[in-house]
């Protein structure tokens, strides 16, 4: 059970086949969702459009993406959906791989 307060965004890291639709379910479920690219760190902030279907109600989604180099301050929980975890500068630290 996510507890975290649900006005604060949910960052997904990975913009790929399990990232797009993680997102896609949490924004359907109205929560605020911001898709972190890992492989394209230096990535604009931009929004996609996604089309999903839910309760036979097909819909156009709009997410938030941005590359992780541009992310900035983090204000709530973190998904990490990549197929593989690189090293990279985080914010206040290194992950590694």
Known sequence: MLTS????????IGCGAVG??????LAAAG??????????????????TVPV???????????????????GEIKGPVVIATKRMPTWPWPGGWLRG
């Open 53 to 71: 279907t839910v309760d036979d109600q097909a819909l156009d989604l709009p997410l938030q993406t941005v590359g992780i180099g541009r992310l």
């Open 20 to 25: 797009v639709p993680l997102m896609a379910c």
């Open 5 to 12: 307060n649900p006005m604060e965004p949910i960052y997904v």
């Open 31 to 48: 929560r605020r969702v911001v898709g972190v690219r890992a492989s394209e760190e230096d990535a604009p902030e931009q929004t996609v």
